[in-house]
């Protein structure tokens, strides 16, 4: 079936790296994304990648993708109090219509 | 600049009462959606539509139903509140086969 999963919870000093790793079940994403949603805020848009790559990097943030164990994480850089937010990890598939499908979320807490 | 917005971002509703959820969004997309955010689940698919006056059922449409009459507007209607669907609804569209876009969201609580 189709799943995504991720862990709940991440808690980082300030300043060192944060990675969420997140697993998916179904073989034929195409695009897989990192989302972020801040205290009472919806879902935007952090960064994404296509299936057909291993790794994608956008300033502070790292995307890698491995197809063979189905595995993507996100790696932020310097880790500031303002990355503290709950990052979706999602994947879309085609399945006659495009269809996404979220992780449940991982709260990131940052301690200064 | 993108927007998607949702008519309330608080709202408390008795069992038993019509609520109705607007979302519009002002990019003439033709995909929409409406899920449900619940803590440890994740969103969960309720409704998506991808052009006016059509509409399919997501992965927990009971209990909801919803309308499409012009491309930018949305409406989740829940025909009669229970208490298990206390949660956040969030808004989105789409335009492209991959980003969407979110409304802010609209936390109900039924009482």
């Known amino acids: 079936g189709e799943d995504v999963e991720q862990s709940l919870f991440l808690s980082v000093r300030e300043g060192d790296s944060s990675v969420i790793n997140c697993t998916y079940t179904?073989?034929?994403?195409?695009?897989l994304y990192w989302y972020k949603q801040e205290p009472g805020a919806g879902l935007q848009l952090l960064t994404y990648?296509?299936?057909?790559?291993d790794m994608k990097q956008d300033q502070r943030l790292t995307v890698l993708l491995n197809k063979k164990d189905k595995h993507l994480s996100l790696r932020i850089a310097d880790t500031q109090t303002g990355d503290s937010a709950i990052y979706f990890c999602a994947e879309t598939l085609y399945t006659g219509g495009f269809k996404t499908i979220f992780g449940a979320g991982t709260r990131l807490f940052v301690k200064a | 600049d993108v927007k998607v917005t949702q008519s309330s971002r608080y709202l408390v509703k008795r069992t038993g009462e019509k609520v109705f959820l607007e979302c519009v969004q002002d990019m003439d997309h033709e995909n929409m959606f409406w899920y449900r955010q619940d803590p440890g689940l994740g969103l969960r698919l309720i409704y998506f539509?991808?052009?006016?006056?059509?509409?399919e059922k997501g992965d927990i449409p009971e209990g909801y139903s919803v309308s499409r009459e012009k491309k930018e507007r949305f409406s989740l209607i829940l025909e009669s509140a229970s208490t298990n669907q206390t949660s956040m609804y969030l808004c989105a569209s789409r335009k492209s086969t991959y980003e969407q876009y979110f409304g802010p969201g609209t936390r109900l609580t039924v009482t």
């Open positions: 539509s991808y052009d006016v006056k059509m509409k």
């Open positions: 179904d073989s034929s994403s195409t695009y």
């Open positions: 990648i296509f299936s057909n790559m």
